[in-house]
């Protein structure tokens, strides 16, 4: 069969750099990361993240194609902030984001365990 393996979605090949970045040579403050073995659900999670930045006047991304497995995403600040800058920012942030929502999910799934514990014991 000609598919790749499915370990080329995800693993990233020893000698490439998981993100690097470029800058536009014809735009001032704006500049393109590719992020290796990443598919869309990264990229909109970023592309929404860099747009609540106000420093940021376009973020985008794209696939370049379904067998390559890496997206791009491009970046246009204000003179205030840098692409790399913005991009980091997105980073902490969304990872911030993500920490609260694993500690709330632990939380709730000891309350239902608690809760379903509980109703058991006033059962019997």
């Known amino acids: 069969m000609n598919a790749p393996d499915r370990y080329e979605r995800f693993v990233v090949p020893d000698g490439t750099k998981k993100v690097s970045y470029e800058r536009d040579t014809k735009i001032v403050n704006a500049g393109s990361f590719t992020v290796e073995r990443e598919d869309h659900t990264i990229g909109n999670i970023l592309r929404m993240q860099l747009h609540r930045d106000p420093n940021v006047l376009f973020a985008g991304y794209k696939l370049p194609h379904p067998l390559q497995y890496k997206i791009l995403v491009r970046v246009h600040t204000n003179s205030h902030s840098s692409p790399p800058q913005a991009y980091k920012q997105a980073i902490d942030d969304l ?11 632990e939380v709730m799934s000891f309350f239902t365990l608690f809760v379903r514990f509980d109703s058991y014991l006033t059962m019997t």
């Open 95 to 105: 990872d911030k984001e993500l920490e609260y929502l694993k500690e709330a999910f």
